[in-house]
C-alpha cells in the first residue's frame, strides 16, 4: 500500500510529455513556456496574470515564440544563456526537454524543465519557483554531464527573459564608492548594453545586479507595465540586453563569466544564482512592493522583524577607540533613546594595534592598551547603560602587516611566481575563500568572538578590498579560473554556519559602504551600509534608488555630523535626521559634541521613530516624485499592510527664492477612510494648516498636500533646508 502511495506521488512530481504548456503562476503574474518532448523549450508569455481562457489565446494571438534557454552551438549567429566546450571538444548544444518535474519546498513550489542534449549526455534543468502571495518569479539553471572528462563551461547565464520590443526603457543603479544607489534610465536601443561587476568580493559599487524594466516608455513610479530583475549572487555578474533585428530585447542575467570558465566534472552538479523576477502594472513603485514583500519573508535575515535603533563609532571617533570614549558613547546613546552601540574598526591588534588602516586585520584581539578590560568590560559599560552591544570585523581580509600573514602567507589570493597587489592602507589582501581552510578561519573569527562574549548582538561584517591580482594559491593549476566562484561558494558556506549557530545575531553587511546590496547575500544578512557618504541632500538620491530593490528595513540610514565629513556640507539636524528616518534609522556622529538643544531633538525623533518603525520597515513602499526628476523636491511614503496607517516624506532638494514647486498627490492609501495628519520632527513655531485635520484617502491620493517652502522658524535659526515627516492615522 505504501509502495503503491509512494509510485502514485513520483507520477504526479514527474510528468513525461508529448507538448505542454507549462503555467508558472503567481497570484497576479503568468509565466507561459511551452514543451514538447523531444524538442525545445518555448517562452511564450511573461506578464499580468491569465486565466485558462487567457493562456490558450496566447497560442493563437501571433506571437513569436523564443527559445526559452538558448544555448550555444546550433544557431551561433545569435546571443546565448550557455555555452560549453565538450570533453571531446565539440562547441555544439542542442537541448532537448525529456520531462517537467514539479516539487514541494517548505514555502514555495519548484517547477523543473529536464533538458538533455540530443547527442552528449549533457544535462540542463531550468528551473521556477514560486511562492504563495508574492508576485515573484525565482529562475535559475542547474548543469550537469556523464561524459568522459570534463565539459568546459563557458558562459552559463541564470536566465534569459526576451522583452518585447516597443517603448522599452532601463532604469538601473550606477556609482560608485560614497555614491552609491544612482538611478540611471535610458531607452533600449539596437546593439548590445551591458552591465557588470569585476571586482570579485563587492558587486554593488559602479553598478548593480538589479534593473528595472518600464514596456511603456518613460519610466514612472505608479503607472505602466514594469518588470524588475534582481540576480541573488554576491559576485561577479553579468546584464546583457542584446536588441537585434528581432522582435526583442533579448536579456541575459548571470555570473560574469569573463575569466571564470568553470571545468565541470561528471557526476558534478552546477547551479547558477537565482534570478528573482517581478512583474507590475502599477509602475515601478508597484515593482519595488513585490520585491520587498518576497525579500522581507524569503531572502533577509530576520526580515520581518524590525531593527534597532543604534549608534555606530566610525564617525565620532574612526581608529580613535578606548574604553572611556565607549562608555561615554553608549550612555550618550541610551539617554537619547538608542537600543544599540556599534563599535567600529579600531579596537584589535596585539603585536601591531590597529592605529588605521595599515596593519593588523587577521589579528582579532583586542588592543590592551585601547581597550584594558576587554570586551567584557564593553559588555558591561553596555548592560550598565541599558544598551545592546555590536561590534566591527572586516574577516574575509588581511593586512600583510598582521600576525596573521606572517604565519599564514598562503592564505591570501595572489598568482603564483608573483608579488601579491596591496589594497587599503598600502597592506590590505584579500584571504582565499576558496581554501576550505580560510573558511574555517573566517568562521572562527565569529565563533570565537561569539563564544567568548555571547552577549554580542550585532556585527558589522565589512570587506574593503576588491580581488587586484588573480590567483589562488589553493586551487589547482587547471582550475585557476575557479576562483571568483569558489570565493563565493566559500563565502556562503562559511555564511551558513555562521547561522545554523547564531540565527539570532544581526549581521550587518558592509563594502566599503554600500558595495554588498545584493540579494546574494542578504539571507544571512539583517541589512546593509547604504553609503560611507552619511550626506543627507545626497543620501535622497542613493536611498532612492537602493529602495528600487531593498526595503527600508535594509538601508542602514544615520543621523551624522554637520559639516559633513564626505560632502562638508552643513545640512540643519532636522533635515538629516528627517533622511535618516525614511531607512532604519540609526546615529553615526560624536554626541559628545553635541549641544543639548541637539540631543534632545534626536531624542524626540528617536521617539517617534519607534512609533512608525513597523510601518517604515515593514510596510508598502509608494515612491511619488523622484529627486532625479529635478523637480526641486522628492516625495515618498510607507503604507501599513492594512492601510490604517502611513508615512509621508517630502524633502526639498534645492531652494532659490520665489520657487515653485509641484504638489503632489499621494498613493496607496485607501480611498475611503479617513487620515488624521500629525507632523513628527516638528521645528516650527507654529502647526502646519492641515496639522490633526483628517482628509479621505481619496483626497489625499488626487491632490496631497500643500507643502510650505520653508519652516517657520525665528529670524537667525532659519536656513536653506526644508523637510516634513507626517504621520496619517485612519480614525
Ligand atoms: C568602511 C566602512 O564602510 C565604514 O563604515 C567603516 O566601517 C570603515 N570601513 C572602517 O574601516
Redesign the pocket.
Known amino acids: 500500500m505504501k509502495k503503491q502511495l509512494l509510485m502514485a506521488m513520483m507520477v504526479s512530481m514527474t510528468m513525461p510529455l508529448m507538448a505542454q504548456h507549462i503555467n508558472v503562476s503567481t497570484n497576479n503574474t503568468s509565466l507561459i513556456l511551452d514543451a514538447h518532448q523531444g524538442g525545445g523549450l518555448q517562452f511564450v508569455y511573461y506578464g499580468q496574470h491569465l486565466n485558462d481562457r487567457e493562456t490558450e489565446q496566447l497560442f493563437s494571438d501571433g506571437r513569436q515564440h523564443l527559445d526559452a534557454y538558448p544555448a550555444y552551438g546550433m544557431q551561433t549567429q545569435h546571443e546565448t544563456a550557455l555555452s560549453v566546450v565538450h570533453s571531446d571538444g565539440n562547441m555544439t548544444l542542442d537541448l532537448a526537454v525529456e520531462a517537467i518535474e514539479t516539487r514541494s519546498e517548505t514555502n514555495a513550489t519548484v517547477k523543473v524543465v529536464k533538458m538533455k542534449d540530443k547527442y552528449y549526455p549533457f544535462y540542463v534543468n531550468v528551473c521556477y519557483r514560486t511562492y504563495p502571495d508574492k508576485d515573484i518569479i525565482e529562475t535559475w539553471s542547474e548543469y550537469s554531464h556523464k561524459e568522459k572528462g570534463t565539459v568546459k563551461l563557458t558562459q552559463f547565464a541564470s536566465a534569459y527573459l526576451p522583452i518585447r520590443y516597443g517603448q522599452v526603457w532601463l532604469s538601473h543603479l550606477y556609482g560608485t564608492w560614497a555614491n552609491e544607489g544612482r538611478v540611471e534610465t535610458e531607452p533600449l536601443q539596437h546593439g548590445m548594453l551591458v552591465i557588470q561587476n569585476k571586482d570579485g568580493v563587492r558587486n554593488s559599487h559602479t553598478s548593480h545586479a538589479e534593473v528595472m524594466i518600464s514596456l511603456d516608455g518613460k519610466p514612472q513610479e505608479n503607472h505602466g507595465r514594469v518588470i524588475g530583475a534582481a540576480l541573488c549572487y554576491s559576485g561577479n555578474y553579468k546584464l546583457r540586453f542584446d536588441t537585434d533585428d528581432s522582435n526583442y530585447h533579448h536579456f541575459f542575467a548571470g555570473i560574469n563569466e569573463d575569466n571564470s570558465a568553470y571545468n565541470l566534472k561528471a557526476g558534478e552538479n552546477f547551479a547558477t544564482p537565482v534570478l528573482a523576477l517581478a512583474y507590475s502594472n502599477e509602475g515601478m513603485s508597484g515593482v519595488s512592493r513585490c520585491f520587498h514583500s518576497w525579500a522581507r519573508s524569503y531572502k533577509i535575515a530576520h526580515g520581518t522583524q524590525v531593527r534597532p535603533i543604534l549608534l555606530?563609532s566610525?564617525e565620532g571617533v574612526y581608529f580613535d577607540i578606548n574604553e572611556q570614549g565607549m562608555d561615554q558613547m553608549m550612555a550618550d546613546i541610551a539617554s537619547m533613546g538608542g537600543e544599540l552601540f556599534v563599535m567600529?574598526?579600531g579596537w584589535f591588534g596585539t603585536k601591531y594595534p590597529r592605529k588605521n588602516?595599515f596593519s593588523s586585520l587577521g589579528d582579532w584581539l583586542v588592543d590592551p592598551q585601547k581597550l584594558p578590560h576587554g570586551i567584557n568590560g564593553l559588555l558591561a559599560s553596555a548592560k550598565k547603560h541599558g544598551v545592546k552591544f555590536g561590534i566591527?570585523i572586516?574577516p574575509e581580509m588581511a593586512n600583510t602587516v598582521s600576525i596573521l600573514y606572517e604565519k599564514h602567507p598562503e592564505y591570501i589570493i595572489k598568482p603564483t611566481n608573483r608579488e601579491p597587489r596591496l589594497g587599503r592602507g598600502g597592506t590590505q589582501v584579500v584571504l582565499d575563500l576558496a581554501n576550505p581552510k580560510v573558511q574555517d578561519l573566517v568562521f572562527t573569527i565569529v565563533d570565537t568572538l561569539m563564544t567568548n562574549y555571547p552577549d554580542i548582538s550585532y556585527i558589522?561584517w565589512?570587506a574593503?578590498a576588491p580581488v587586484m591580482n588573480h590567483g589562488s594559491q589553493y586551487l589547482t593549476r587547471d582550475n585557476q579560473s575557479h576562483l571568483y566562484i569558489e570565493y563565493h561558494r566559500g563565502f556562503e558556506k562559511v555564511c551558513n554556519r555562521i547561522r545554523a549557530k547564531y540565527p539570532d545575531l544581526i549581521i550587518q553587511a558592509?563594502?566599503?559602504?554600500g558595495g554588498r546590496a545584493n540579494y546574494g547575500v542578504l539571507p544571512w544578512f539583517d541589512e546593509f551600509?547604504v553609503s560611507?557618504n552619511t550626506d543627507a541632500l545626497q543620501r535622497v538620491y542613493m536611498q532612492w534608488g537602493t529602495s528600487y530593490f531593498f526595503p527600508a528595513v535594509t538601508m542602514a540610514s544615520h543621523i551624522s555630523a554637520a559639516p559633513n565629513h564626505q560632502t562638508f556640507r552643513t545640512i540643519p539636524l532636522k533635515y538629516r535626521i528627517d533622511v535618516a528616518m525614511s531607512g532604519r534609522l540609526g546615529m553615526e556622529i560624536q554626541p559628545k559634541n553635541m549641544t543639548d538643544k541637539e540631543k534632545q531633538q534626536c531624542r524626540k525623533a528617536i521617539s517617534e521613530y519607534k512609533e512608525i518603525r513597523p510601518i517604515v520597515q515593514q510596510g508598502d513602499i509608494y515612491r511619488l516624485l523622484s529627486p532625479y526628476d529635478k523637480l526641486g523636491c522628492a516625495s515618498m511614503m510607507y503604507v501599513q499592510p492594512d492601510k490604517q496607517k502611513a508615512v509621508y516624506y517630502w524633502w526639498k532638494t534645492e531652494t532659490f527664492v520665489a520657487q515653485q514647486l509641484p504638489r503632489i498627490p499621494m498613493a496607496g492609501l485607501d480611498p475611503g477612510k479617513n487620515y488624521r495628519v500629525r507632523e513628527l520632527n516638528r521645528v516650527d513655531q507654529a502647526p502646519l494648516a492641515f496639522e490633526g485635520k483628517s482628509f479621505s484617502g481619496a483626497f489625499l491620493m488626487e491632490n496631497g498636500l500643500e507643502m510650505p517652502l520653508e519652516h517657520n522658524m525665528p529670524w537667525g535659526e532659519k536656513n536653506d533646508y526644508a523637510s516634513r515627516v507626517l504621520l496619517l492615522e485612519a480614525e
Not at 558592509?510 to 559602504?513: E, V
Open positions: 555606530n566610525w567600529d574598526d588602516d566591527w572586516e558589522k565589512d574593503n558592509c563594502a566599503s559602504g551600509w560611507d
